[in-house]
């Protein structure tokens, strides 16, 4: 599920960045062909509204992946861990006294 969403998402951001680069450029330095491919009142129209309707795919599927992604996660705290040795360790016994060396 989670990779089926993941490409439905990828294919939308691809499909949002060519719809928003056909769409006429209000300050004239970018767009395809200085003046956008598609023009008239139509066209405009056709791209804002794929544009919205991409954008909101694009915001719902992000959503999907947040939410699949916190369910996958298990949240865990330092301070709920044991630590390394999960049993507690036995004390050890007191070493023996050993008799002096001598030179």
Do not use: K
Not at 5 to 34: D, N, T
Not at 37 to 43: D, L, P
Not at 79 to 97: K, N, R, T
Request: hydrophobic share 50%; charged share 5%; net charge positive.
């Amino acid at each position: 599920m989670l990779n089926v969403l993941l490409v439905v998402h990828l294919l939308l951001a691809i499909a949002l960045v060519g719809v928003i680069l056909l769409q006429r450029s209000e300050g004239g330095a970018l767009g395809i062909g200085g003046g956008g491919v598609m023009t008239g009142r139509a066209a405009g129209n056709l791209l804002t509204r794929t544009t919205a309707i991409l954008a909101t795919g694009f915001f719902l599927t992000s959503l999907g992946l947040a939410i699949l992604a916190n369910a996958r996660s298990q949240p865990h705290s330092i301070m709920d861990q044991s630590p390394a040795g999960s049993a507690p360790a036995a004390p050890a016994a007191p070493a023996a006294p050993t008799a002096p060396l001598s030179r």
